[in-house]
């Protein structure tokens, strides 16, 4: 699987967007799918994460009550709802897909859980 994100753009600080991860249409029920980002001059980080095959939601404390994974009703899209935003979340928001149908406990969004990784979509909040 090859995942795509879009949505990515220029958002005021406390404003919101919406990014979406889809792989040619492919059915996502069942994997594990995350959402990472890398500020600049930062490391990559993951912050939401969710695994399909269990129902595990790992969210990291820097976005915890802003930022969601939810998605389509047809499986195919996940998306990133991101509430309130904040100048901190600038930065290029990656979506990555893991395995299928697996409990992993732990679960968090270590990224040697995810093999397919898109290409990103940059976002930049305004102050």
């Known amino acids: 699987l090859q995942p795509v994100e879009s949505g990515g753009g220029v958002v005021e600080s406390g404003g919101s967007l919406r990014l979406s991860c889809g792989a040619s249409?492919?059915?996502?029920?069942?994997?594990?799918i995350g959402w990472f980002r890398q500020a600049p001059g930062k490391a990559r980080e993951g912050i939401v994460c969710?695994?399909?095959?269990?129902?595990?939601?790992y969210t990291a404390d820097s976005v915890d009550g802003r930022f969601t994974i939810k998605r389509d009703v047809s499986k195919t899209i996940v998306y990133l709802q991101m509430n309130d935003v904040q100048p901190d979340d600038t930065g290029v928001y990656f979506c990555?897909?893991?395995?299928?149908?697996?409990?992993?406990?732990?679960?968090?969004?270590?990224?040697?859980?995810?093999?397919?990784w898109g290409q990103g979509t940059q976002v930049v909040v305004s102050s």
């Open positions: 969710k695994n399909y095959g269990d129902g595990m939601v």
């Open positions: 249409g492919a059915d996502l029920d069942g994997y594990a």
């Open positions: 990555a897909i893991g395995g299928r149908h697996s409990v992993q406990i732990p679960w968090d969004c270590g990224q040697h859980r995810f093999r397919d």
